[in-house]
């Protein structure tokens, strides 16, 4: 996983109970979210690396209400089916649980991922799927969509070594640029949403 991770820890305060990976890969947020408190479990059809449990997040193998918090970071946009996959979060997160999900918009295609949402998209994603918007942001603006542009070319250069730098330095001048951006965030390199189950007590 990319150097995102660290806008989604943002959203994940200290805890205990299950949390969910979903589609968590190599497992490269493992280590932090077990030093927040959680058992960490990661759901990847095709893990790269050890500890994970092979399975498809659109047929979770969980019983329900078992994780207290689903992070979905960089993984969304690779679900075939993204409506079954927030169907199965809800019905595996407790009622009182939290989504956060990281998926890109102006980002290149990246050889296996099907969707690129909006702010509207997303809304309407999760609140059919059970679940009510806390917040949608776009830490990543003006810099890093231009910076996204330069990483093919660099890749195909032999120069992927600058990925890391570039990406660091593009989201430093978008943190100084945030007050420009206007509320409907259209010009994003990609967003972050957190979500809650809805419940008869929050309708």
């Known amino acids: 996983m990319s150097g995102d991770k660290r806008y989604v820890l943002v959203q994940v305060p200290a805890g205990s109970g299950r949390v969910l990976d979903l589609g968590g890969g190599s497992g490269a947020l493992r280590g932090p979210l077990r030093e927040r408190g959680y058992a960490y479990t990661n759901l990847d059809l095709a893990p790269r690396g050890r500890g994970a449990i092979v399975g498809d997040a ?7 209400g078992c994780f207290g918090l ?3 970071a960089d993984s969304l946009e690779h679900f ?29 295609f990246h050889g296996d991922d099907f969707w690129r949402y909006t ?12 679940f009510s918007i806390e917040s949608i942001q776009a830490p990543l603006w003006v810099a890093s969509v231009v910076a996204q542009a330069f990483l093919v070319p660099l890749a195909k250069l032999g120069m992927g070594g600058l990925e890391r730098p570039l990406e660091r330095g ?7 640029l945030a007050r420009f951006q206007g509320p409907d965030m259209s010009f994003a390199a990609a967003y972050l949403v957190v979500a809650r189950p809805v419940t008869l007590e929050r309708r």
């Not at 659109?58 to 329900?64: I, K």
């Not at 702010?119 to 059970?130: C, I, S």
């Open 70 to 72: 689903v992070v979905a």
């Open 170 to 176: 593009a989201a430093w001048i978008d943190a100084r």
């Open 58 to 64: 659109q047929r979770a193998p969980f019983a329900a």
């Open 80 to 108: 075939p089916d993204p409506r079954a996959a927030v169907a199965e979060v809800r019905r595996v997160m407790e009622p009182d649980g939290r989504f956060v999900i990281w998926v890109p918009f102006l980002h290149p």
């Open 119 to 130: 702010p509207l998209g997303l809304r309407t994603l999760l609140e059919d799927g059970g």
